[in-house]
């Protein structure tokens, strides 16, 4: 009854850019935590960075400086700005989300991923 839908993903060069967009939806009451993760082939997934619903924000040391979580929580909605890309950042990235449903429990939702590849 909750889904998280990511948008934004594709292809750049390396040194390019691209926005990512996660929207939730479905019988949401609140949304707390929201993040980014990713997983390259061959990999595990990673945290990539995290935002709490007050805007508090996390990120790995390998995206500092290059990337920005932010959000909306009007809209349910957590964004994820990739400036300076590198070949290194292509993955799947996912969204997730700490939701309090409208009716349940808590529970951590993930979108279904969207692939970035940056190419050198």
């Known amino acids: 009854q909750v889904q998280l839908v990511e948008s934004g993903g594709g292809s750049v060069q390396a040194g390019g850019s691209l926005r990512l967009s996660c929207a939730a939806s479905g019988r949401i009451f609140s949304i707390n935590d929201m993040g980014w993760y990713r997983q390259a082939p061959g990999k595990q997934r990673e945290l990539v960075a995290t935002?709490?619903?007050?805007?508090?924000?996390v990120y790995a040391d390998s995206v500092k400086g290059r990337f920005t979580i932010s959000r909306d929580n009007a809209k349910n909605t957590v964004y994820l700005q990739m400036n300076s890309l590198k070949p290194e950042d292509t993955a799947v990235y996912y969204c997730n989300g700490v939701v309090l449903p409208s009716s349940g429990r808590t529970s951590t939702y993930w979108g279904q991923g969207t692939q970035v590849t940056v190419s050198s």
């Open positions: 935002i709490t619903r007050i805007g508090a924000t």
